[in-house]
Structure formats: C-alpha cells, structure tokens
C-alpha cells in the first residue's frame, strides 16, 4: 500500500468510526425505551429535556460568540421541534405498543415524505427513479403493517404510529433544512430540543401522562435514552456529515433500523418472521433508492 493511500484511510478512518457509532448508538433508541417500561410521550420527554440541560452552556458559550441569533432561523428551530417532539411521540408510543424493530423500520421512511413535502412545498421536480422507491416502500410498509394487525390491534396501531413518525421526522428534515441557513448546527439544535421538551411537556399534561413516580431502572433507561441516542448518536453523525460525503452517509443511516433488528432478538426476545424480513428489506430497498433518486437531482 502506497503512503498516500496509507494516509488516506487513517484521515477517513476518524469519520467511519464516528458514523459507525451514530449508527449503534441510534440503534439502541429502540431498546432502551423498552427497557424504560413507561409511556411513549414520558420516555420523549426526557430523552430531549436531558440533552437541553446538558447543552445549555455549550449553547450559551456559542450565542455569546456569534451574537444574536437570526429570528427566522429560531422561528424554524421552534417549529422543527414541534415536529420532532411529535416525530418521538409516535414512534417511543409504536415501540411499547408492537415493539423495536417495525415501528423502527417504518420511521425512517422519512425520506420519503421529505421528497412529496419537496414536491409540494418547494416544487422540485422527482424522477420515476424516486416514483418506483416510494412504491416499492409503501409495498414493504403495507406487508408489516398488514403482518401486524393480524397478530393484534395493537401491534398494527404501533406500526402505524411508526410510520406517521416518519411524516413528521420528514417534516422536522424540510424545516430544518430552511432553519439551517442561518443557523450552525448546534444555535438549530437547542432551540428546536427547547421546543420539542416544551411540546412533549404539554403532550404529556393533556394526556395526564405521569413525568414522575417512576422505578430507578426507569430513571436509568431515560438517561441513557438523552445520552447515547440523542447526544452521542447525533454528535456522531453529524462529525460524519463534515468529513464524508452526504451520499455515503445518507444510505447508510439505514443501518439504524437494521442494527435494531439485530438487538431486539438477544435484548428483547423479539423474533421476526419471514415475511417481515422480507417485508423490511422491501422498505429498505425503496428508501435507498430514494435516496438515490435524490442525490442525482442535486448532483
């Protein structure tokens, strides 16, 4: 091996590792909030508040650099979080009710919806590259969906509401991508995390869901729910996002719900059957070639 390519696998190799622990430590959302055995709305609500607390004086240090922050870029911030906070809502709500791995699967169709949102709300023009991966995803999406429901109504209401969660984390993609053009990742990020723990907060009151009286083991899966998904995981991969490409990082996320998948059998004792394999690699191979279809018109 030639000392160029010697340095250039050691310069990239930082970027790979940090993308592989984003991925395992997304990977573990699912888990913990099992583990955790408290209501979907309750283990959202601290799995963002942890982070607001704990990034308050990273943030603060920051706007005292930089200086006031653009209205318009926190007026995205504050609505992105909403989305996010509904985003976490439905899918922590479909994990407790029909397990890890589908509702998982099903919110990470995420790009999907970003596109149709593209198409209306930006007009961007989508290729039938993009039409046939939406198809072969809602094809996958309807076999689990269908699986599910035959075991029980709940377990099909928990699939679903891990597919409304892709909308909404669609959603929250499209806000944040306006938000993002006057605000560097972290002046976006507490804001809409502010947002999103005021939102869940709120949630949590209407539905008069408990945020107290919980067992220590509870206590324990919420902070391990703020840290290692949403500190480490998304630090992680937004390292990732400055040093490799947007096209090597994108497909690749799809791991989360594969490795997921892998966790749930030994951790949870959660079996898939054939046709929900089959069924989730459908989906996969859809938003894959989404993504697909997405990069060659930003080419």
Same mark, same amino acid.
């Given at each position: 091996?030639?000392?160029?390519?010697?340095?250039?696998?050691?310069?990239?190799?930082?970027?790979?590792?940090?993308?592989?622990?984003?991925?395992?430590?997304?990977?573990?959302?699912?888990?913990?909030?099992?583990?955790?055995?408290?209501?979907?709305?309750?283990?959202?609500?601290?799995?963002?508040?942890?982070?607001?607390?704990?990034?308050?004086?990273?943030?603060?240090?920051?706007?005292?650099?930089?200086?006031?922050?653009?209205?318009?870029?926190?007026?995205?911030?504050?609505?992105?979080?909403?989305?996010?906070?509904?985003?976490?809502?439905?899918?922590?709500?479909?994990?407790?009710?029909?397990?890890?791995?589908?509702?998982?699967?099903?919110?990470?169709?995420?790009?999907?919806?970003?596109?149709?949102?593209?198409?209306?709300?930006?007009?961007?023009?989508?290729?039938?590259?993009?039409?046939?991966?939406?198809?072969?995803?809602?094809?996958?999406?309807?076999?689990?969906?269908?699986?599910?429901?035959?075991?029980?109504?709940?377990?099909?209401?928990?699939?679903?509401?891990?597919?409304?969660?892709?909308?909404?984390?669609?959603?929250?993609?499209?806000?944040?991508?306006?938000?993002?053009?006057?605000?560097?990742?972290?002046?976006?990020?507490?804001?809409?995390?502010?947002?999103?723990?005021?939102? !869940?907060?709120? +949630?949590? /009151?209407? =539905?008069?869901?408990?945020?107290? $009286? #919980?067992? &220590?083991?509870? @206590? !324990?899966?919420? +902070?391990? /729910?703020? =840290?290692?998904?949403?500190?480490? $995981? #998304?630090? &992680?991969?937004? @390292?990732?996002?400055?040093?490799?490409?947007?096209?090597?990082?994108?497909?690749?996320?799809?791991?989360?719900?594969?490795?997921?998948?892998?966790?749930?059998?030994?951790?949870?004792?959660?079996?898939?059957?054939?046709?929900?394999?089959?069924?989730?690699?459908?989906?996969?191979?859809?938003?894959?070639?989404?993504?697909?279809?997405?990069?060659?018109?930003?080419?």
């Amino acid at each position: 091996m030639s000392d160029t390519l010697k340095d250039s696998s050691t310069s990239t190799f930082p970027s790979y590792l940090a993308l592989g622990i984003g991925i395992l430590s997304l990977g573990f959302s699912a888990i913990f909030v099992r583990w955790a055995d408290a209501p979907g709305p309750v283990a959202s609500f601290y799995r963002m508040a942890i982070p607001v607390v704990l990034l308050a004086w990273p943030f603060y240090r920051r706007v005292k650099t930089r200086g006031r922050l653009p209205r318009r870029g926190l007026q995205f911030a504050v609505l992105g979080g909403l989305f996010f906070a509904a985003d976490m809502a439905f899918w922590a709500s479909g994990v407790v009710m029909s397990g890890a791995t589908n509702p998982t699967l099903l919110a990470n169709t995420a790009p999907l919806w970003v596109g149709l949102g593209a198409l209306v709300l930006f007009r961007e023009r989508l290729n039938a590259t993009f039409w046939a991966g939406l198809l072969l995803a809602v094809a996958g999406a309807a076999v689990i969906l269908g699986l599910d429901t035959l075991r029980a109504a709940s377990y099909g209401a928990g699939t679903l509401f891990g597919l409304l969660s892709g909308v909404f984390y669609g959603g929250y993609y499209l806000i944040t991508q306006r938000g993002r053009e006057t605000l560097d990742s972290l002046t976006y990020f507490w804001p809409a995390a502010v947002s999103s723990t005021l939102g !869940l907060f709120v +949630l949590n /009151l209407a =539905l008069c869901q408990p945020l107290i $009286g #919980y067992s &220590a083991r509870t @206590y !324990l899966n919420f +902070l391990a /729910l703020g =840290l290692v998904p949403q500190i480490v $995981g #998304y630090l &992680a991969i937004n @390292y990732a996002l400055g040093h490799l490409p947007a096209s090597v990082v994108s497909p690749t996320m799809l791991g989360q719900p594969v490795v997921t998948a892998i966790l749930a059998g030994p951790l949870l004792g959660e079996a898939l059957s054939l046709w929900q394999v089959l069924g989730g690699i459908t989906v996969l191979a859809g938003i894959y070639t989404v993504h697909r279809s997405r990069q060659g018109d930003h080419a």
